[in-house]
Every structure is written in C-alpha cells, then in structure tokens.
C-alpha cells in the first residue's frame, strides 16, 4: 500500500506517510540509533529492543544470531560491552570497538529463512498453497483475514475457478492467470504478477521503487550501504532450476567456442586451465599471500572470469545465511541474463523434438533402448552447442534437429556415431563434468571461509 499504490486511496496514504519522514528520522531513528550506537548495538538489537512489534523483530533477531559466524563475533564484542558498563559505569566503549569483531548488521537471507519456513509449513499443510502468510498485526492486513473473507482460500483445489470475495471484480483477468499458473505459490506470485503486467504498470513499478529506495537512503541511512542477494527472477520450481543449470552451461560453452576460435587463451593459459580443474592446482587461479594470509587471484583467473562473464569468487559474502554455492548460482544466472521465459523457450524446443521423436518411433518400430539413447542425445544437441555442431556440416544449416534427420536418413547403425562425438565432446568440455563441477564448488567455499571479517555498518546523520 505505502511503496507500491494501486489505487487514490493507497496514493493518498503512501504520500501522507512519504511527507511523515523527516519528523519520524528526527523523533525516532536519530535518537535510538544514537543510543544504540553508544551501547554498542548492531542493528538487528536495535530493532528488537525498540519495536512494538515484537514477533516479527524477534524473527530477525533469532535468524540473525543464530547464523553461525555472526553469533560468534557479536558475543564476543557484547561481552566485551557488559564487562565495560558493569565495571566502569559512565565510561563509554571505545570506538575501536564499534569497528572491530562485529556481527553484520542486518543479513537479509538470516532474517527471511524463518518466514520462508512458515509459508513452507503453510503450504505444505493446505491444499491451497498460492497464497502467502498474513501478517495480522501489520496495519495494512486489518481486515484482511484472508481465510476467514474468502480470497485465494475459496479455492481448495488447482482445478476450482476463483470465486472472489465480498468485493465484486476482485480479480482481474491478469490476477487469475498467475493464480491459475503451473507455478503458483507464495513465493512466485510475485514473479508471475510481473510477467503480466502491461509496459506502462511496469514503469509506474519502477518509478515507485527508485523513489522509495531514495527516501531509505535520505531518512534511514544505516541501510545505505547494506548488501543483498539480487534476485534471479526465477521461479522456485525443482526442475526449473536444473534447466537453468543446463541453461548456463550452454552459455558457458558457446563462450568456451568463441574463445576457442579467436585464440583468447595462449597454449600456457589452456594447459593452466586444464591443470586447475583436472589436477586441483587452486594457486593457478587464486594464490596466497604470505604477508596478510589471504588469498587473492591471479591475472589468468581475472581474464578467464571477464571472458566468461563469470561471478567473482572474491565478491561473495561470508557472512550471511545463504550458502556460497548459491549465491555464486545466482550471480552467473544474473550474468547471463536468464529469466522464466528463457528457461521456457529452451524447454518449449526441447519437448517439440521429443514430441517429433515419440512420432518417428512408433512409425519405425523403435527398441525402447534406443529411444532413451535418441533421448540423450538429443538433450546434448539442445543445451550443448559443440555437440550440435559437430552434428552440423555447414553453418547455415539449421534445422530442429539434427539428430532425427541423420536418424531417419541412415537408421540404428548412426547412434554408435553419435555416441563418439558425444565422449569427443565429454573430453574437450572435461570442465563440465559434474564431479569436477562440484570439487569446484568445494574448493570456491574454503577460499570464502578464509575471508577475513569486513565492518558494514553506516553511522547515521544527526
């Protein structure tokens, strides 16, 4: 209602409560940051001693302390805080305090992880799991009990049409597309919402949220600096998110191709490349410095990540609740710009030539064996773009499938053929075997375990 109005109403209260800013940083946030400051606060504490709302704050507390590595360094410094005011009353804590050994201030995927698991327990205990968890005591759900009016709750099952509510119109066309969607639930609504909205409810979208994101910075200026995951825009789906896996590995290797072509590596830099990945020699790409005991990476890791648009292993963040391995999952989908639809459109072509295939095998009288080895073989042909083209003779011959036209035309003896080319490709792509894939992971993590501790928080302006 207050950052993204959809209607006068919800305008007018946004606005009123925009205009409310500048009284509410100077009679509440200035003086309970300040004190929290003195007393040697993160702002997570803050927060939970100074809010009414006390449920929702004890979440972010509890998440946030229990986050191993946070929980560690925030007792250490606050018992460092209470020995200072309990044997010396009046004296404040030194400021080499407040910048040394402190937990992070606020860890967004800490602070969610509890919340996550109440819409899983919703979910998972009700049939109607396209909805998310109301919040009563925010002043925007008064009255909006949602199983108690109806709503999303009306509809049992997947198969039930809306019936809406006490307001009639409630739902657009565009709302029960996202209800009705294969993908609906509380964490992809918003998501789907977004795929049907029109250009200009996007760039209203927008404005409203580079607005917003001005006042926090402006009125609230501990938040400035604060980090936090950038969205993949992919639904939470199991199978959605292994067509991404084998999405980013075809970009991956179209890049390795190109590479390969215009000579971007020297023979020195492939036999390097080969040895990090094959032979775990980690000080190829990241090397360890005596003097400061950290590591730092090379200049052929620098290049091999900028050729490949690559997530930096140096950026991720030790210390937060969400794992390495998906945080460096989410940077590469980001880096290469894969959303819902794209994971669609390669799913979409993928189905048509199995769909093809299952035509041609009842035609031809084929072994079920040698259906599920056309199978494979046609996966590789979709998210493996060196295998395609080895398919290909000439490269402007592109057609669906390759597979099923050299199939129809030479028969069963052409899958031994495929089946060379395929362990061919297996060893010029050897980085893409999924063992090595996750001893890579392995050894990313222990390079971020050994980062040291960085200060985030931001002093606010009096």
Not at 117 to 134: F, M, R, V, W
Request: with cysteine.
């Amino acid at each position: 209602m207050i950052f993204f109005p959809k209607n006068a109403f919800q305008k007018i209260v946004s606005n009123t409560f925009e205009r409310m800013l500048p009284t509410l940083q100077y009679i509440v946030w200035n003086p309970i940051t300040r004190y929290a400051r003195s007393s040697g606060w993160t702002e997570q504490e803050k927060c939970y001693h100074n809010f009414f709302r006390g449920g929702n704050i004890m979440y972010h507390s509890i998440a946030q302390s229990m986050h191993p590595l946070a929980y560690i360094e925030r007792a250490r410094a606050d018992n460092f805080f209470r020995r200072v005011e309990t044997i010396l009353p009046g004296i404040e804590v030194p400021d080499w305090a407040h910048q040394e050994k402190r937990a992070v201030d606020i860890d967004f995927e800490g602070a969610l992880n509890p919340f996550r698991a109440l819409n899983i327990i919703d979910q998972e205990s009700t049939p109607k799991p396209h909805y998310g968890h109301p919040y009563p005591s925010s002043i925007n759900h008064i009255g909006n009990y949602r199983q108690l009016l109806g709503y999303y709750a009306q509809r049992l099952f997947f198969n039930e049409n809306l019936r809406g509510n006490m307001l009639t119109g409630k739902y657009s066309d565009s709302k029960k597309k996202s209800v009705n969607s294969w993908y609906a639930t509380a964490d992809n609504k918003y998501l789907l919402d977004l795929q049907n909205m029109s250009q200009e409810e996007l760039g209203v979208l927008k404005s409203q949220a580079e607005q917003w994101v001005k006042n926090i910075d402006q009125f609230f200026p501990e938040y400035r600096n604060l980090t936090y995951p950038e969205p993949t825009h992919i639904v939470y789906e199991p199978y959605l998110k292994r067509t991404v896996d084998d999405i980013c590995n075809h970009i991956f290797i179209s890049k390795w191709i190109d590479a390969m072509e215009r000579k971007l590596f020297t023979a020195e830099d492939y036999q390097k490349i080969y040895e990090f990945y094959l032979h775990q020699q980690d000080h190829v790409f990241w090397t360890l410095n005596q003097e400061d005991g950290q590591y730092h990476p090379t200049t052929l890791y620098l290049k091999f990540i900028k050729i490949f648009s690559l997530p930096n292993v140096f950026e991720l963040n030790k210390y937060t609740a969400r794992v390495v391995e998906q945080q460096y999952k989410d940077s590469l989908t980001n880096n290469y710009g894969i959303n819902l639809n794209t994971v669609e459109q390669f799913r979409k072509q993928h189905q048509k030539i199995i769909s093809e295939l299952n035509r041609i095998a009842k035609e031809m009288n084929i072994s079920h064996a040698d259906i599920k080895r056309l199978r494979l073989f046609i996966t590789e042909e979709v998210y493996n773009p060196l295998f395609r083209k080895k398919l290909i003779k000439k490269p402007d011959d592109a057609r669906d499938s390759m597979i099923l036209e050299l199939f129809q035309k030479h028969g069963i003896d052409i899958l031994d053929d495929f089946e060379k080319i395929h362990n061919i490709t297996k060893e010029e792509l050897f980085f893409m075997n999924k063992e090595i894939q996750e001893n890579f992971m392995i050894r990313m993590r222990n390079i971020v375990k050994s980062f040291p501790f960085k200060q985030l928080q931001t002093i606010a302006r009096y």
